[in-house]
């Protein structure tokens, strides 16, 4: 029975659940703008990775290395957009 | 009596009227047509409802080359305007209209439903696949860009059509600056255009990684299925930008956000930046599958395997990524810094390394191969030397400092039509005629075909060059008139005698294909360019199922393998297939999407929350349907394939 119990996605839910309880923190707690964003964004990534490795199945069947690449090239680019344009609009306007 | 005065053209003119004349007649004539002939069940069965990637393909065709004509008389109009000195023939008005939708169309409505007639005709028979990944989302792409068109389309004659340029800057753009109707339009037909693109990119990627024949390894696929999973790859990371950011701009517009105002937190830049975050990748998207045809067509006709595969797809990845990446040098001028201008200008040099490697490459194609001059051919031959200067041309640009003296002037504009025109033009027009025999079979005429070949190029240099020249002496792009004393005048009239001869070069190509239909020889078998690649392998015409059996693939060219080297590429008996069943309903939301659209542009809320509503419950209707496809039978593909190949 131990191969039939799916110990990976319990593991995940209980992580997740813990993501969003310190992501409830910023909200309850009295901390700095900067310390709170912080907080959201981490655990929005880590909660968005989770999600899509232990939930949507990424690194389970043959395609795995199609959808990693694809999800590598998408932070690629997501990064030097956000990056790009804070350079032409903050660090150098 | 006030509900209606928001559909009257805000400058009306007797071009507007006529046109508005003209669409109601020939609206009427195809309605009475149809009818007369009785061919509406055949239209419903065969056209609207098909899933089949052949037919869709082909009807992104007709779209094509509509839309090439009615961007083409645009382009007439503004060549026109600027012939001569203090021209009367447009007012300003009219000319920034006619020069926004020229943009548009070329390069929304014509050079993408193009690009996407290849991808559904050639990229399944490529990898030797019975149709692509998701056959009703392929249809229901069609019909939403379809419905896009359209309603960009009818923007002159009802309500005005958008006339911020095809970039559509704001504020130019906004409420306070562009009061017609105009910009909606512009907001929504490409919204509803562009979600159709992202579906398609998403459907061909899983086409092509997950439906390739038995045995085609990724480094096997034939060159133009390469550049397809790339373009398509950048689809999918480019088009949600514009998505957002005509979201955007349309809650700016109708509901008073402030995202691109000047005040209020907003910022105006901000436009010109995502839409060139989109934009950038946009020309990659549309000039990779360009490449990829000139891959196919000058392995054939130099008849030789395409030297350098590893380099050509190593060179498109680097492309696809580096396309992100240079958006800025768009709007050099726009007030950032030196570093950030230095940055975008190197990564944008940098670029021109990967196509140059392409460049390369086809040249040593040729080099020692058995040149064969067809139409195709010849398509590429003029390409080479001219894409080239575009390329040369486009570096001159990317040097941030030098850019202060040639933006927005015709410098620019003559570079990139020197780079969309030889470069995705011809291709679209030479993969035209190559593939041509494969969809109708026949040939079109090569005689007529060279003929069109030369025009197009005497009239494209006549037209361009001259921009270059008057660029750098000063004439600003967008402006519909200059004085004499500026001395322009000559070279305009050199311009717009070279558009006319382009003219009679697109006329000379619906002439080839009335011709080629009446009199063009039908018993031309599979393969009458003796070509390559599994397309060729198959039947013309095409099967529904396009394969009776699966190919078995070993090499990269594995339908001439076949030919010369006796590797077997149908082994095993033919079995019954299973084949996606027609559905009338892409049609019928897409349609519900176009009513939906226009009510949003007029704001004509109840309308827009019915249709909105529409548009939900085909969602629904299609989440519960049961639709299991059909299998069709032995004895049937048996007795396709008997008469096929008979018809030989």
New interface residues.
């Given amino acids: 029975m131990k191969e039939l119990f799916p110990i990976k996605q319990v593991m995940g839910f209980a992580f997740s659940l813990i993501l969003t309880a310190v992501a409830l923190l910023v909200y309850f707690l009295d901390m700095s703008f900067t310390a709170g964003i912080t907080i959201l964004l981490v655990t929005a990534f880590i909660q968005a990775g989770l999600q899509l490795v232990v939930f949507m199945h990424a690194g389970e069947t043959e395609?795995k290395g199609?959808i990693y690449s694809?999800v590598y090239?998408?932070i690629?680019?997501a990064l030097?957009?956000i990056f790009?344009?804070l350079?032409?609009?903050v660090?150098?306007? | 009596m006030d509900f209606f005065d928001r559909f009257a053209v805000p400058h009306p003119s007797f071009l507007i009227y006529a046109s508005m004349v003209a669409i109601g007649l020939t609206v009427i004539a195809v309605l009475v047509g149809i009818t007369y002939f009785k061919k509406w069940d055949y239209l419903w069965r065969e056209w609207l409802t098909t899933v089949d990637h052949k037919r869709i393909g082909i009807m992104y065709l007709i779209s094509a080359l509509l839309m090439l004509f009615r961007g083409g008389v645009d382009a007439i109009m503004l060549r026109a305007q600027l012939a001569i000195p203090d021209n009367k023939l447009l007012e300003s008005q009219h000319y920034n209209e006619v020069f926004s939708t020229h943009g548009v169309v070329m390069i929304l409505f014509m050079a993408m439903p193009f690009i996407m007639f290849f991808f559904n005709f050639v990229v399944p028979l490529q990898i030797g696949a019975r149709d692509v990944a998701f056959p009703r989302l392929n249809a229901i792409s069609f019909w939403l860009f379809f419905m896009g068109a359209m309603l960009f389309n009818i923007s002159f004659v009802i309500g005005g059509s958008p006339d911020a340029g095809w970039t559509s800057y704001f504020p130019l753009a906004g409420n306070d600056f562009s009061t017609s109707v105009g910009s909606n339009y512009y907001m929504i037909a490409i919204q509803i255009a562009g979600i159709g693109t992202l579906m398609t990119g998403i459907n061909f990627i899983t086409t092509i990684f997950k439906m390739r024949a038995p045995g085609m390894k990724l480094m096997q696929m034939p060159m133009f299925t390469w550049s397809a999973l790339i373009s398509n790859l950048i689809i999918v990371f480019a088009f949600p930008v514009l998505t957002v950011l005509l979201a955007m701009g349309t809650m700016d517009r109708l509901f008073d956000t402030k995202f691109f105002a000047i005040g209020d937190g907003g910022s105006d830049m901000l436009w010109a930046n995502l839409f060139w975050v989109w934009g950038h990748p946009e020309v990659y998207i549309l000039i990779l599958p360009a490449f990829g045809l000139f891959s196919e067509i000058i392995s054939t006709f130099a008849r030789r395997n395409l030297y350098g595969y590893k380099s050509m797809v190593a060179s498109m990845v680097v492309i696809s990524a580096f396309s992100f990446f240079v958006w800025a040098h768009h709007f050099f001028t726009m007030g950032q810094g030196a570093l950030a201008n230095s940055f975008f200008s190197i990564t944008t040099m940098a670029i021109a390394v990967p196509t140059g490697v392409k460049i390369f490459n086809w040249l040593f194609t040729l080099w020692k191969g058995k040149i064969e001059f067809t139409t195709p051919m010849l398509y590429a031959m003029h390409f080479l030397p001219l894409f080239t200067l575009g390329g040369v041309t486009g570096v001159m640009l990317a040097m941030s400092a030098a850019d202060y003296q040639y933006h927005n002037t015709m410098f620019l504009v003559a570079h990139f039509h020197n780079v969309i025109i030889p470069g995705v033009v011809y291709a679209m027009l030479g993969g035209l005629t190559y593939y041509w025999p494969k969809m109708f079979g026949f040939m079109l005429n090569e005689r007529i075909g060279k003929w069109t070949v030369w025009l197009m190029s005497i009239g494209f240099v006549l037209a361009f060059i001259p921009m270059y020249i008057t660029g750098l002496d000063g004439q600003a792009r967008r402006m519909y008139t200059y004085s004499e004393a500026t001395g322009f005048g000559p070279l305009n009239m050199v311009a717009f005698i070279g558009a006319g001869i382009m003219a009679i070069s697109f006329a000379l190509l619906v002439y080839n294909i009335y011709y080629s239909v009446r009199y063009s020889p039908r018993n031309i078998g599979n393969d009458p360019w003796n070509a390559r690649t599994l397309e060729w392998a198959t039947h013309t015409p095409v099967p529904e199922y396009n394969f009776a059996v699966m190919p078995q693939v070993k090499s990269t060219e594995a339908f001439w393998d076949a030919k010369k080297n006796g590797h077997e590429i149908f082994k095993g008996k033919i079995e019954k297939i299973h084949m996606p069943n027609s559905s009338g309903l892409p049609f019928i939301m897409s349609c519900i999407f176009f009513v939906f659209g226009f009510s949003m542009i007029f704001s004509i809320w109840p309308l827009a929350i019915i249709s909105l509503l529409g548009i939900l419950g085909c969602l629904v209707y299609r989440s519960f349907e049961k639709d299991h496809g059909h299998y069709i039978p032995v004895e049937e593909i048996e007795e396709t394939e008997t008469k096929l190949r008979g018809a030989k």
């Fill in positions: 395609d199609a694809n090239f998408g690629l680019v030097v957009t790009g344009t350079l032409i609009f660090w150098d306007m």
